[in-house]
């Protein structure tokens, strides 16, 4: 299993940002996905989920700012991010499910950073 994120970068508040992760090594269209993200000090927070079935679910914080998605083509989950914030920024992590639903992570990507400059 590989997960590769990238996107990230440096975007002014109020922005936007689209990180993608391009998975590989599974049959990509039976898992469900997740977003995580982590900044120095903190626990990792779970951001989004995926079902394999396209089923979305967002933590209170994001939720109406950030879309998750996927294509079962290409191998690859997606999170837009629209009006960004500063408390956006953090270590985005993608993570693939251990099953068709989100119940936890199995697998870990290394990671893409997105920093909201105010």
């Known amino acids: 299993v590989q997960l590769v994120e990238s996107g990230g970068g440096i975007v002014q508040s109020g922005g936007s940002l689209r990180i993608s992760c391009a998975a590989s090594?599974?049959?990509?269209?039976?898992?469900?996905m997740a977003w995580y993200r982590q900044t120095p000090g903190k626990e990792r927070e779970l951001v989004a989920t995926?079902?394999?079935?396209?089923?979305?679910s967002y933590a209170d914080s994001v939720k109406g700012r950030f879309t998750i998605s996927r294509d079962d083509f290409s191998n690859t989950v997606y999170l837009q991010m629209d009006n960004l914030k500063a408390e956006d920024t953090a270590l985005y992590y993608c993570a693939r499910g251990d099953n068709y639903y989100w119940l936890r992570p199995s697998h870990w990507g290394q990671g893409t950073q997105v920093t909201v400059s105010s």
């Open positions: 995926i079902t394999s079935g396209a089923r979305p």
């Open positions: 090594g599974f049959t990509f269209g039976t898992f469900a």
